[in-house]
């Protein structure tokens, strides 16, 4: 799914997002089978085929002369993988790709369970140049002592609060302080589940950065 700037209007990166027809199910939702392969194990031959898979076309993209970055989920799973640094490092030369080109969107969740490990494994991936961004911010539980501490350069307000933000005034609160907390952090801001031009005004008079949602494209095809 394409990022933009909200200033310029142009498009500055892509989430990867997991697709998986069934040959009877049809398609399944990752959010129904993305759980079942963390609990299975399956997730870390699975996120890794998504990482190389991603890198690729990016390089891909690049080489039509296309400057974007690849975000990338990450899970808890593949987050403590004890060589996930090597691993990630290995895809990215395979791909030939400098490594802030590629983004990883780790979830509170995988960021705030034992934030000390967390704190070292992003010391080590931010060391390795690539970026880190916080994902559904504002949905979980977050110190805010500790993302002070974490290498990312990014948080992503979740499309819950996005959804209702021209129609109630706590989503619109939420959205307008957890910008100006991020900004004042340093940090950059997109606002994931933009649907209508109403609320990308809204997002753009708060001075978010980048947005991505159906309003501007759903997930596609690479080709498309
Ligand atoms: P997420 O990371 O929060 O991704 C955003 C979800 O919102 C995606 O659902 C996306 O298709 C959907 N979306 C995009 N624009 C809009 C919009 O304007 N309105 C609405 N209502 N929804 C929009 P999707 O693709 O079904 O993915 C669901 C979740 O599955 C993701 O949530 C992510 O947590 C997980 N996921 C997807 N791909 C991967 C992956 O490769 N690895 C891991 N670990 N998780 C993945
Ligand atoms: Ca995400
Ligand atoms: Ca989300």
């Given at each position: 799914?394409?990022?933009?700037?909200?200033?310029?209007?142009?498009?500055?990166?892509?989430?990867?997002?997991?697709?998986?027809?069934?040959?009877?199910?049809?398609?399944?939702?990752?959010?129904?089978?993305?759980?079942?392969?963390?609990?299975?194990?399956?997730?870390?031959?699975?996120?890794?085929?998504?990482?190389?898979?991603?890198?690729?076309?990016?390089?891909?993209?690049?080489?039509?002369?296309?400057?974007?970055?690849?975000?990338?989920?990450?899970?808890?799973?593949?987050?403590?993988?004890?060589?996930?640094?090597?691993?990630?490092?290995?895809?990215?030369?395979?791909?030939?790709?400098?490594?802030?080109?590629?983004?990883?969107?780790?979830?509170?969740?995988?960021?705030?369970?034992?934030?000390?490990g967390a704190i070292a494994i992003m010391d080590k991936l931010h060391q390795r140049g690539i970026l880190l961004s916080i994902d559904d911010f504002g949905?979980?539980?977050?110190?805010?002592?500790?993302?002070?501490?974490?290498?990312?350069?990014?948080?992503?307000?979740?499309?819950?609060?996005?959804?209702?933000?021209?129609?109630?005034?706590?989503?619109?609160?939420?959205?307008?302080?957890?910008?100006?907390?991020?900004?004042?952090?340093?940090?950059?801001?997109?606002?994931?589940?933009?649907?209508?031009?109403?609320?990308?005004?809204?997002?753009?008079?708060?001075?978010?950065?980048?947005?991505?949602?159906?309003?501007?494209?759903?997930?596609?095809?690479?080709?498309?």
């Amino acid at each position: 799914q394409p990022k933009v700037d909200v200033r310029s209007g142009r498009m500055v990166g892509a989430e990867a997002l997991l697709r998986w027809k069934h040959p009877e199910l049809g398609q399944v939702s990752p959010a129904e089978f993305i759980p079942v392969a963390e609990s299975s194990g399956m997730i870390l031959p699975i996120g890794e085929w998504v990482l190389r898979t991603a890198t690729r076309q990016l390089q891909e993209w690049m080489q039509a002369g296309y400057g974007l970055t690849m975000a990338v989920n990450l899970s808890l799973v593949q987050f403590r993988q004890a060589d996930l640094v090597q691993r990630i490092g290995a895809i990215l030369d395979e791909a030939d790709l400098p490594a802030h080109y590629l983004e990883l969107e780790l979830t509170e969740g995988v960021a705030m369970t034992d934030p000390e490990g967390a704190i070292a494994i992003m010391d080590k991936l931010h060391q390795r140049g690539i970026l880190l961004s916080i994902d559904d911010f504002g949905t979980g539980y977050s110190s805010l002592s500790y993302l002070k501490r974490f290498k990312v350069y990014k948080v992503k307000i979740d499309q819950t609060f996005v959804r209702d933000i021209t129609t109630d005034p706590d989503d619109e609160a939420i959205t307008a302080t957890v910008i100006t907390m991020a900004h004042s952090l340093g940090l950059d801001v997109i606002a994931e589940g933009v649907e209508t031009p109403e609320q990308l005004d809204y997002l753009r008079e708060q001075k978010c950065d980048e947005v991505q949602g159906n309003l501007i494209s759903p997930p596609l095809d690479p080709e498309r």
